[in-house]
């Protein structure tokens, strides 16, 4: 292709990608959140910041409740020690922001949030059931547990 052609291509290239990225933007802004995602955010904040403030063993456990892995009493102790340890390792806490959320199927969703950190940031995952059978107002009834929950600064993941 000759060089001219080229940069035309580039030109006209942009210019779409511009306009394709307005478009998504503009949806978005239309778009309502879903109000399942919403309310799971809410929880995951309150947890990052209880952990944040030092308050992790409350943290967890007003997270988990509900959950089977309050029952794993071993492992979710090992946890929080290690999350008392991210300032140690990594550095004041800074802010939180969330990077994915996902719903699969009704009754499924997965979380990811960045907890940055003064010299590094953690990857913190959070995954959410709710039992099918449970009826329909997901919100109202408080159905949603926590099913996995674990952190890791493997950026790479990301």
């Known amino acids: 292709m000759p060089p001219h052609r080229r940069g035309m291509f580039l030109i006209a290239f942009l210019v779409f990608c511009a306009g394709a990225s307005q478009r998504l933007a503009a949806q978005e802004e239309v778009m309502p959140k879903d109000p399942v995602i919403a309310s799971l955010d809410a929880r995951v904040a309150q947890f990052l910041e209880g952990v944040s403030l ?29 999350t008392n340890e991210l300032e140690t390792k990594y550095g004041s806490y800074r802010a939180f922001e969330q990077i994915l959320s996902k719903r699969i199927g009704d009754d499924l969703v997965l979380m990811r949030y960045l907890y940055k950190c003064e010299n ?10 709710r039992d099918p059978s449970s009826e329909g107002g997901a919100i109202k009834n408080g159905k949603w547990r926590a099913v996995a929950l674990r952190f890791d600064t493997d950026l790479d993941r990301l």
Not at 54 to 82: H, N, V
Request: hydrophobic fraction near 45%; charged fraction near 15%; glycine fraction near 6%.
């Open 120 to 129: 590094f940031p953690v990857v913190w995952y959070f995954t959410f059931y």
């Open 54 to 82: 030092g308050q992790s063993q409350s943290a967890f456990r007003e997270l988990l409740s509900g959950s089977q892995l309050l029952k794993q009493t071993d492992a979710l102790k090992s946890l929080i020690a290690q």
